[in-house]
Structures are given as structure tokens and as C-alpha cells.
């Protein structure tokens, strides 16, 4: 079975800083997508950014980017020019392509931006 | 589109009465996937379908609840009977195959 870790439990940065969170995860498959989530306060799940497994360009969505390393199962996303509506709780996930295809997810980073 | 739309946004009930979460995906969408928020458990998915049949319900806790999607346009979630421990932001979501999940702005979930 698929497992998603994120070891960061929270982090603090201040605004305009960039931040990485890291995110790594556990498969024998060799094709599948990953996303990143974002969670604000008004508990809303928001999509950031998707990868899929058979890119090797990393994706990227304005101010948020990935570092998708497939080898060492690592997909971590950096948020360049950090700003107070980035703080939310970030997600990170994993869609098999191959039979059951549903979402597994990480346990989430606590990011904090502060002014 | 109107997106994922879940009712009620609130709902307090006390223990032992029944509840009933819903779910209306994006038309178009033939995946339906149920999770459950807590502090302490994180996201749990508790049950998903594929063109309205159950694929895997392992992470449905107990025998008190159930699920069912009568047609590709509504999904209920059901609880009987509730339990305090049960309190919990219930998501629904919906998919395309290999595409991100969009989400319901979820039912939380107050069981006294």
C-alpha cells in the first residue's frame, strides 16, 4: 500500500521569505500522480500543483513549484515570495493510475506566514 | 460549474440519533471518494466509488456507517447510531480517472 509522509508538523516563515515543504512517499508503481493541497482556515481543500510521474520537467504554478526527485520518492513544494494568505495547512498526496485510484494523503504541514 | 456541493455545513446531533451527510459531485465526474478530518487521525478516506459502485470501503470505522450512491448525481453518508467520537469534518469529493479530487467545503460534524 501506498504511504505519503510529511515530516515537517508545522513551520513559520515571514513574508516574501521562500519556503520549502517536504513531502516523500512509498510506492512500487512506476507511473501515478502527486498533488499538493492547501487547506486555509475556512477549511476548504484547494489544489496547489500536480506532477505527474512520467514528467521529468518539474511542475510549476506561479509562486509555487516542485521538486520532484522520482528515484529517492521526494516531491516537495517551494513557495517563492511568501505571503499572509499562504498560511493554511498543506497536503500532500498521492493518486495511483494503475487499479484503485484513490487519493492518499500525508498528515500535513502547518505553514505560518507572518507580516 | 458549481463544484462539490455537501449538506448540511453543520450539523449537532446527540448520540444515538442517525445522521445523514450528502454529496452532490461535479456532473461528469464518475469518481466519489468520502474522507473524514480529525486532529488526531488527519484525512481518512472512508469509502470511494466508481461509477456509483463501491470499490473499497475498508476505511469505513464500523458497521454504524454505511454509504451509498443511488445514481451518478448523489451520495449519501450515514451514520446510525452516532457516537461522540464520530465529531469530524466529513469531505466529499469527485474525480475524473488520473485527476486531481475536487472537494465539498465539508459537513462538520458535532455528535453531544
Known amino acids: 500500500a501506498q504511504t505519503v509522509t510529511q515530516s515537517q508538523p508545522e513551520m513559520s516563515v515571514q513574508e516574501a521569505e521562500t519556503v520549502t515543504l517536504s513531502c516523500t512517499y512509498d510506492?512500487?508503481?512506476?507511473?501515478?500522480?502527486l498533488f499538493w493541497y492547501k487547506q486555509p482556515p475556512s477549511r476548504q481543500m484547494i489544489l496547489v500543483i500536480r506532477q505527474e510521474a512520467y514528467k521529468q520537467q518539474n511542475a510549476t504554478e506561479n509562486r509555487f513549484s516542485v521538486n520532484f526527485q522520482k528515484a529517492a520518492k521526494s516531491f516537495s513544494l517551494k513557495i517563492s515570495d511568501s505571503q499572509l494568505g499562504d498560511t493554511a495547512m498543506y497536503f500532500c498526496a498521492f493518486r495511483s493510475v494503475q487499479g484503485a485510484q484513490k487519493l492518499v494523503f500525508g498528515q500535513g504541514t502547518r505553514l505560518t506566514i507572518n507580516p | 460549474d458549481a463544484g462539490v456541493i455537501q449538506s448540511p455545513r453543520h450539523e449537532v446531533t446527540e448520540m444515538g440519533q442517525e445522521v445523514t451527510l450528502r454529496c452532490k459531485p461535479i456532473?461528469?465526474?464518475?469518481?466519489l471518494f468520502w474522507y473524514r478530518q480529525t486532529m488526531m487521525r488527519g484525512l481518512e478516506l472512508l469509502i470511494y466509488f466508481n461509477n456509483n459502485v463501491p470499490i473499497d470501503d475498508s476505511g469505513m470505522p464500523e458497521d454504524r456507517f454505511s454509504a451509498k450512491m443511488p445514481n451518478a448525481s448523489f451520495s449519501t453518508l450515514k451514520i446510525q447510531p452516532s457516537e461522540p467520537r464520530d465529531s469530524a469534518v466529513y469531505f466529499c469529493?469527485?474525480?475524473?480517472?488520473?485527476?486531481?479530487?475536487?472537494f465539498g467545503n465539508g459537513t462538520r460534524l458535532t455528535v453531544t
Open positions: 510506492t512500487s508503481e512506476n507511473n501515478y500522480y
Open positions: 469529493a469527485s474525480s475524473l480517472s488520473y485527476s486531481p479530487l475536487h
Open positions: 456532473s461528469g465526474h464518475d469518481y
